[in-house]
C-alpha cells in the first residue's frame, strides 16, 4: 500500500488525523494495520509495533518514528470529525456536530477515503 513512508506518507496522515480526531478506535486502529499486514507483502515495521498499540494517542508518533506529513483544509479536518459525530464518538475541541457534517458532505473525497482504509466500519451518512 502507497503513502506508508516517510517520503510518501499521505495514507498513514490520514489514519493517524483519524485516530487523534476520536474518529476510529485503538481497536479498529489494530485492525487497520492487520489488514495492511495481510495485503501488503512489504510494509514498514511500525505497522507490525500498531497491532499491539495500547498506549495515549498521541504516543502514535513514537511508534510510527516520524511526522507524516500531509496538509489537511480545515474542511477536512472538520469533514473527519464529522464522521466522529457519526459514529457517536466524543470530539474535543471540535466545530458544531452539524458544521462538521456539513463538511462531510461537502467533501466526499474524505468519506471515500475512509471507506477505502476502514472498509470493516460500517458508516451511515
Known amino acids: 500500500m502507497n503513502g506508508l513512508t516517510r517520503e510518501n506518507s499521505s495514507t498513514i ?4 488525523n483519524c485516530y487523534l480526531s476520536n474518529s476510529i478506535s485503538t481497536d479498529e486502529l489494530q485492525q487497520w494495520a492487520t489488514r495492511i499486514m495481510e495485503s501488503t507483502e512489504a510494509c514498514p515495521d511500525y505497522i507490525v509495533e500498531l497491532l499491539s498499540f495500547d498506549a495515549p494517542r498521541f504516543h ?5 518514528g516520524f511526522s ?14 464529522g464522521i466522529t459525530y457519526l459514529r ?15 463538511s462531510l458532505h ?17 458508516l451511515a451518512v
Do not use: H, W
Open 13 to 16: 496522515a490520514f489514519v493517524v
Open 68 to 81: 507524516p506529513c500531509r496538509s489537511f483544509t480545515s474542511q477536512e479536518d472538520e469533514a473527519i470529525l
Open 88 to 102: 457517536n464518538r466524543e470530539v474535543f475541541d471540535g466545530p458544531t456536530r452539524e458544521r462538521a457534517i456539513s
Open 60 to 64: 502514535i508518533y513514537k511508534v510510527i
Open 106 to 122: 461537502m467533501s466526499q473525497a474524505v468519506l471515500a477515503e475512509f471507506r477505502t482504509a476502514f472498509p470493516f466500519i460500517q
